[in-house]
């Protein structure tokens, strides 16, 4: 039987829809607007259009939004500043600085520099800690994302083998510790890990974060195994016309939708629930930073 493909953009519609109701109660019962600014620096045509999409749902959500678009040779004691300044506005609960920064700025120092009460990217040494033990917090947007599927897909994640093919700090890591809060056992995949497709055979949740199109072949899935596909790789498509592309993931969708139980698409899949887990984390801290119980 073909895999139940998992719908990430209805999902984060209906999700969009309970923040709205969040931010509507913080308004009316707190005098709280939850505000997000995002930071970008020079001209990375993904990141301009992904920072307006941020720009344009913060708004859309009734929540307040800053944009600030400084130039390529902005100096890394200039974005610090703003950073400070953005910590110390009451009217700011999220600050996000886009990656990939110009080569002057030390995206450590920057991280380091945003207040953990308002890192809604997760990306602080405080917020990751706080993370591992189980704290009150924020987490990292696309971890989240992948655990809301997994969720709604499977009910109960305990006793389940997990294998993340990917470690990074954005996606893998995190992704682990929120799988273990769940009781899966977790196992960490990556570029030196041996018999890749033998330890993937074993899992009955695949999160796919590589970053290498259709890697991940069909005869490497259990079948019935729920399968995550956070890769966005944009391949050149001829067929499309002169200069188009197209996206694919990291699994080989076609062959991986015929033994799986349950499978992300790209795009459609994971891609959707980034932008609105960074709205959630948004109300998250707005709440915590007010004294008030974030919602569940
Ligand atoms: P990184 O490049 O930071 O990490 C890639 C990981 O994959 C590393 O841990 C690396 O291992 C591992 N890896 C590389 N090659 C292999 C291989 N041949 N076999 C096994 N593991 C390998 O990527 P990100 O985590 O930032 O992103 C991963 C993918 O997810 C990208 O396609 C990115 O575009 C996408 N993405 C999607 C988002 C969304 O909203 N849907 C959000 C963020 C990312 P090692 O550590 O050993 O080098």
């Known amino acids: ?3 139940k493909i998992i719908n990430g953009k209805t999902y984060a519609d209906g999700l969009r829809a309970r923040i709205a109701g969040h931010v509507e109660r913080l308004k009316h019962e707190h005098g709280v607007t939850p505000g997000l600014a995002v930071v970008i620096v020079g001209h990375d045509p993904g990141s301009e259009i992904y920072v307006s999409q941020k720009a344009k749902q913060t708004v859309e ?6 944009k600030y678009e400084l130039p390529e040779n902005t100096s890394e004691a200039e974005v610090l500043t703003l950073v400070q300044k953005l910590n110390a506005d009451p009217a700011i609960h999220g600050i996000l600085v886009q990656s990939p920064l ?3 700025i030390d995206p450590m120092k920057v991280i380091a520099t945003i207040s953990p009460d308002k890192d809604v990217d997760c990306f602080t040494p405080s917020s990751v800690g706080k993370l591992q033990i189980g ?4 987490v990292s947007c696309t971890p989240l994302g992948c655990l809301m599927l997994l969720r709604d897909t499977l009910g109960q994640l305990e006793g ?5 093919v990917g470690r990074s700090n954005l996606v893998g890591r995190p992704l682990a510790q929120l799988l ?3 009781n899966c056992t977790v196992t960490m995949a990556h570029s030196k890990t041996r018999n890749l497709a033998s330890v993937v055979r074993g899992a009955d949740i695949v999160v796919a974060a590589v970053g290498r199109p259709q890697m ?10 729920t399968v995550i596909d956070v890769g966005i790789n944009r391949i ?3 067929e499309r016309g002169e200069g188009r592309t197209r996206l694919l993931g990291d699994v080989d969708f076609k062959s991986a939708s015929e033994v799986a139980g349950a499978i992300t698409p790209v795009p459609g899949g994971v891609g959707p629930m980034t932008i609105v887990c960074l709205l959630a984390n948004t109300v998250t801290t707005a709440s915590l930073i007010n004294g008030i119980e974030p919602p569940k």
């Open 1 to 3: 039987m073909p895999a």
């Open 236 to 238: 050149p498509a001829p």
């Open 216 to 225: 991940i072949k069909g005869d490497w899935i259990k079948p019935g195994a």
């Open 160 to 164: 389940l083998n997990a294998v993340i």
């Open 61 to 66: 959500l009734g929540m307040h939004s800053e």
């Open 102 to 104: 110009p080569k002057q």
């Open 135 to 138: 704290l009150p917090g924020p």
């Open 180 to 182: 273990l809060r769940d």
